[in-house]
């Protein structure tokens, strides 16, 4: 309890134990759209200014450059009274990113670009940059990211998720260690962010004013007991709103209470004491690696999300790339900065945490689709301007022919000449990548006439081709290469090795594939690949229960609060068909076909020559609620550990069962440092056990949904995620 007031003036402490940050964490998107998430920022932002005007010792903190750019645009006289209330110090420009995003599913260039946009829109705004990093609602903190923010002149960290009940730390402020090294002095946030009133409170009388006392009095305890000062969050959040004239009387008659105990102040002034403290003497308590995990249902669900994020971030990065490369290479400069910075920007609202971790309601998850695709047409169009300009200056000229006669097209009617292909790879290192040529061609060259094996597949068209060709490309970095397409007439030039193979054996009746780095067998009875082993050194490396999807009941909601792993029953899919769908010179195509109930999975093993990998390919026509997919890859690995992709980083996690998030990639290795990787570019979770590992494919709870009473499984009502 807090001490009552007395008559007598008391003795006000210069330093307050407990620090009243106010601020309102406002969500743009999650049961409201990005419009009415507009509107929530102008309102929260107006009544903000209106509380600063009014209180001479109050200050703001407000996140996400998003927002100020939003009132820029939309109300310039606020967007003044802002600066005015910036340069005084008063309203606190938090964060550094252009929302508040999930902090595990982005690559790292995404959190390079939240920060980069971000920083430098507050410099040029304000003419300054925020100081403390800000995800108070952000579901977990990889391992990485205190290396980007503090070169990114963030100099601390507030976060609140994972809480007490999820991970055990050693007090609310401590030093967070990321995997280079680099540390930030970061706060948990304790109780909440807010101190607004839950939907299913009553608006009774004195109820905001309470809930304010009994919180100040639980931190200035713990603050007491720790030795260390506590930040107080002050306002109503979600859906913006801000410190309320409740909030700010009760805080003020509480410092009146505590002799200034409990005070207002600013996330930079609590930060600016820990430095002194430090510089002091003082010490934190250490904590490494990742900040995990709360809501791992998150980096599953609406698994088209995730997807297209990906799909965005590398589309970008290779626009800008292969921009930067035209420009060295032809001296033509493409003006196309403000053009990727309005995709970048509409890719890094769309990883705001509820929008990235499919929490969404469905009209706002199709909502945001719309970003997605402006964002892939915008590095498109720059992506089609650099190749087209790089590849007229390609040498594709052709012995004996004139210029008008060359062939620059792929017409099947003009098959007299070969036909050139430029492929550009806008990675920074050499890679080796299967490729699908829009072309029937029956032999490849590249170079010198140097042959190149082509294998015909699938057109997946009615129109022109009934096939296209399948080629195994080495590309430089950031480079190009002419591939030389032929028809009939030609084939005989290019050799045999450029030809379409005969027969091969029926890997569907062998039980087996193979290339020249490894063999694949599988069980055709039970659907079930049960050995992939290395030419090179003969090791076996999964275990005997083998490779393949299971079902698992999951009744959890959409963030899967309170689950550490997914322990329901597995449930094994039945086997309809095992067929041969493909073999020839530059791979070979196993397709498992496996029904669940009114559910579909089709598994595709594919081996690609040259290349010492298996690719796993799912397709899934899914129509099932509150169940998980999971594809189990069991390995025989000893005394596993987990070496795990993080934004721009690696980190080592332990094999314990837990649900993890999956950025890409994992390695599962031994002491010795043998071991297997594995990628994916749709699933985003796994959990490994010991060498049994599972990647998490899809789950299908209701959308948005946080378990409340009112919930039903119809479809129409209340849709459940990843359907179809």
Same mark, same amino acid.
């Given at each position: 309890?807090l001490?009552?007031?007395?008559?007598?003036?008391?003795?006000?402490?210069?330093?307050p134990?407990?620090?009243?940050?106010?601020?309102?964490?406002i969500?743009?998107?999650?049961?409201?759209?990005?419009?009415?998430?507009?509107?929530?920022?102008?309102?929260?932002?107006?009544?903000?200014?209106d509380?600063?005007?009014?209180?001479p010792?109050?200050?703001f903190?407000?996140?996400?450059?998003?927002?100020?750019?939003?009132?820029?645009?939309?109300?310039?006289?606020?967007?003044?009274? !802002?600066r +005015? =209330?910036?340069a /005084?110090g008063?309203?606190?420009?938090? *964060?550094?990113?252009?929302?508040? &995003?999930?902090?595990?599913?982005?690559?790292g260039?995404s959190?390079c670009?939240?920060?980069?946009?971000?920083?430098?829109?507050?410099?040029r705004?304000f003419?300054?940059t925020?100081t403390?990093?800000?995800?108070?609602?952000?579901?977990?903190?990889?391992?990485?990211?205190?290396?980007?923010?503090?070169k990114?002149?963030?100099?601390?960290?507030?976060?609140?998720?994972?809480?007490?009940?999820?991970?055990?730390?050693?007090?609310?402020l401590?030093?967070?260690?990321?995997?280079?090294?680099?540390?930030?002095?970061?706060?948990?946030?304790?109780?909440?962010?807010q101190?607004?009133?839950?939907?299913?409170?009553p608006?009774?009388?004195?109820a905001?004013?309470?809930?304010i006392?009994?919180?100040?009095?639980s931190?200035l305890?713990?603050? !007491?007991? +720790? =030795?260390?000062? /506590?930040?107080?969050?002050?306002?109503v *959040?979600?859906h913006?709103?801000? &410190?309320?004239q409740?909030?700010?009387?009760?805080?003020?008659?509480i410092?009146a209470?505590?002799?200034?105990?409990?005070?207002?102040g600013?996330?930079?002034?609590?930060?600016?004491?820990?430095?002194?403290?430090?510089?002091?003497?003082?010490t934190?308590?250490?904590?490494?690696?990742d900040l995990?995990m709360h809501?791992?249902?998150?980096?599953t669900?609406v698994?088209?999300?995730?997807?297209?994020?990906?799909?965005?971030?590398?589309?970008?990065?290779?626009?800008?790339?292969?921009?930067?490369?035209?420009e060295?290479?032809?001296?033509?400069?493409?003006?196309?900065?403000?053009?990727?910075?309005?995709a970048?920007?509409?890719?890094?609202?769309?990883?705001?945490h509820?929008?990235?971790?499919?929490?969404?309601t469905e009209?706002?998850?199709?909502?945001?689709?719309?970003?997605?695709?402006?964002?892939?047409?915008?590095?498109?169009?720059?992506?089609?301007?650099a190749?087209?300009?790089?590849?007229?200056?390609?040498?594709?000229?052709?012995?004996?022919?004139?210029?008008?006669?060359?062939?620059?097209?792929?017409?099947p009617?003009?098959?007299?000449f070969?036909?050139?292909?430029?492929?550009f790879?806008?990675?920074?290192?050499?890679?080796?990548?299967?490729?699908?040529?829009p072309?029937p061609?029956?032999s490849?060259?590249?170079?010198?006439d140097?042959?190149?094996?082509?294998?015909?597949?699938?057109?997946?068209?009615?129109?022109?081709?009934a096939?296209?060709?399948?080629?195994?490309?080495?590309?430089?970095?950031?480079?190009?290469?002419?591939?030389?397409?032929?028809r009939d007439?030609?084939?005989?030039?290019?050799?045999?090795?450029?030809?379409?193979?005969g027969?091969?054996?029926?890997?569907a009746?062998?039980?087996?594939l193979?290339?020249?780095d490894?063999?694949?067998?599988?069980?055709?009875?039970?659907?079930?690949v049960?050995?992939?082993?290395?030419?090179?050194?003969?090791?076996?490396?999964?275990a005997?229960?083998?490779?393949?999807?299971?079902?698992?009941?999951?009744?959890?909601?959409?963030?899967s609060?309170?689950?550490?792993?997914?322990?329901?029953?597995?449930?094994?899919?039945?086997?309809a068909?095992?067929?041969?769908?493909?073999?020839?010179?530059?791979r070979t195509?196993?397709r498992?076909?496996?029904?669940?109930?009114?559910?579909?999975?089709?598994?595709?093993l594919?081996?690609?020559?040259?290349?010492?990998?298996?690719?796993?390919?799912?397709?899934?026509?899914?129509?099932?609620?509150?169940?998980?997919l999971?594809?189990i890859?069991p390995?025989?690995?000893?005394r596993?550990?987990?070496?795990?992709?993080?934004?721009?980083?690696?980190?080592?996690?332990?094999?314990?069962?837990?649900?993890?998030v999956?950025?890409h990639?994992?390695?599962?290795?031994?002491?010795?440092?043998?071991?297997?990787l594995?990628?994916?570019?749709?699933?985003?979770a796994?959990?490994?056990?010991?060498?049994?590992?599972r990647l998490?494919?899809?789950?299908s709870?209701?959308?948005?949904?946080?378990?409340?009473?009112?919930?039903?499984?119809?479809?129409?009502?209340?849709?459940?995620?990843d359907q179809?």
């Amino acid at each position: 309890m807090l001490p009552q007031e007395s008559t007598s003036a008391p003795q006000v402490s210069a330093v307050p134990r407990v620090v009243a940050i106010p601020n309102a964490h406002i969500d743009p998107v999650w049961i409201w759209d990005w419009r009415e998430g507009l509107r929530e920022v102008i309102a929260t932002f107006t009544a903000a200014a209106d509380r600063l005007d009014q209180h001479p010792d109050l200050y703001f903190a407000a996140s996400s450059a998003c927002y100020y750019e939003w009132v820029e645009e939309m109300d310039p006289a606020l967007f003044a009274r !802002i600066r +005015e =209330h910036v340069a /005084a110090g008063r309203w606190e420009l938090v *964060g550094g990113e252009w929302v508040e &995003p999930d902090c595990n599913l982005p690559a790292g260039e995404s959190v390079c670009r939240q920060l980069l946009y971000s920083q430098r829109y507050f410099q040029r705004a304000f003419g300054t940059t925020a100081t403390i990093g800000y995800n108070i609602d952000s579901f977990g903190h990889a391992a990485s990211l205190p290396q980007l923010y503090r070169k990114a002149g963030l100099r601390a960290y507030i976060m609140m998720r994972p809480g007490p009940h999820e991970k055990e730390l050693p007090a609310s402020l401590f030093r967070w260690e990321g995997v280079d090294g680099t540390a930030l002095p970061t706060y948990r946030i304790k109780e909440a962010y807010q101190t607004g009133l839950h939907d299913e409170e009553p608006p009774a009388g004195g109820a905001e004013r309470r809930l304010i006392e009994t919180r100040a009095a639980s931190l200035l305890s713990d603050a !007491i007991s +720790e =030795h260390a000062p /506590a930040m107080f969050f002050v306002g109503v *959040g979600d859906h913006g709103g801000g &410190p309320t004239q409740v909030a700010i009387d009760a805080v003020h008659r509480i410092r009146a209470q505590t002799a200034g105990d409990v005070a207002f102040g600013s996330a930079a002034g609590y930060f600016d004491r820990i430095s002194r403290e430090l510089a002091a003497g003082g010490t934190l308590p250490l904590v490494r690696g990742d900040l995990h995990m709360h809501a791992v249902g998150c980096y599953t669900a609406v698994a088209w999300m995730k997807r297209e994020n990906a799909a965005c971030e590398a589309a970008l990065v290779a626009a800008e790339n292969l921009a930067a490369v035209c420009e060295m290479a032809t001296g033509v400069r493409l003006d196309v900065q403000a053009t990727l910075r309005s995709a970048w920007t509409r890719v890094l609202f769309n990883q705001f945490h509820d929008s990235l971790g499919g929490t969404c309601t469905e009209e706002v998850c199709d909502d945001l689709r719309q970003f997605y695709g402006y964002a892939r047409t915008q590095a498109d169009t720059v992506l089609t301007r650099a190749t087209q300009l790089l590849a007229m200056r390609a040498d594709t000229a052709i012995a004996g022919t004139a210029t008008a006669e060359r062939n620059q097209s792929l017409n099947p009617f003009v098959a007299h000449f070969p036909v050139p292909l430029v492929v550009f790879n806008p990675l920074s290192r050499p890679v080796r990548v299967p490729l699908e040529l829009p072309h029937p061609a029956t032999s490849v060259t590249v170079g010198h006439d140097e042959p190149v094996p082509v294998q015909p597949i699938a057109s997946r068209e009615g129109t022109r081709y009934a096939h296209h060709g399948l080629v195994v490309a080495d590309l430089p970095a950031m480079g190009h290469r002419v591939y030389w397409l032929r028809r009939d007439a030609d084939a005989a030039d290019a050799g045999d090795a450029g030809r379409v193979a005969g027969p091969r054996p029926d890997p569907a009746t062998a039980g087996q594939l193979e290339n020249d780095d490894l063999v694949v067998a599988y069980d055709r009875s039970a659907g079930v690949v049960t050995s992939i082993t290395s030419k090179q050194t003969g090791r076996q490396w999964l275990a005997p229960e083998g490779l393949r999807p299971v079902v698992l009941p999951d009744p959890s909601d959409t963030w899967s609060h309170f689950v550490v792993r997914y322990e329901e029953p597995e449930q094994a899919c039945s086997l309809a068909a095992a067929e041969f769908v493909e073999a020839g010179p530059v791979r070979t195509v196993v397709r498992l076909r496996y029904v669940w109930d009114a559910s579909t999975i089709w598994m595709d093993l594919i081996l690609y020559a040259g290349l010492p990998e298996l690719e796993v390919k799912l397709r899934v026509d899914w129509h099932q609620r509150h169940q998980l997919l999971k594809l189990i890859v069991p390995l025989a690995v000893d005394r596993p550990v987990i070496d795990a992709g993080v934004p721009y980083g690696t980190v080592e996690r332990a094999a314990d069962g837990r649900e993890e998030v999956l950025n890409h990639w994992i390695g599962v290795r031994e002491p010795s440092g043998a071991g297997v990787l594995c990628s994916s570019d749709v699933g985003y979770a796994y959990d490994a056990d010991g060498g049994r590992v599972r990647l998490t494919v899809l789950r299908s709870p209701r959308y948005s949904d946080h378990g409340r009473p009112w919930t039903t499984d119809d479809p129409i009502a209340q849709p459940a995620t990843d359907q179809g």
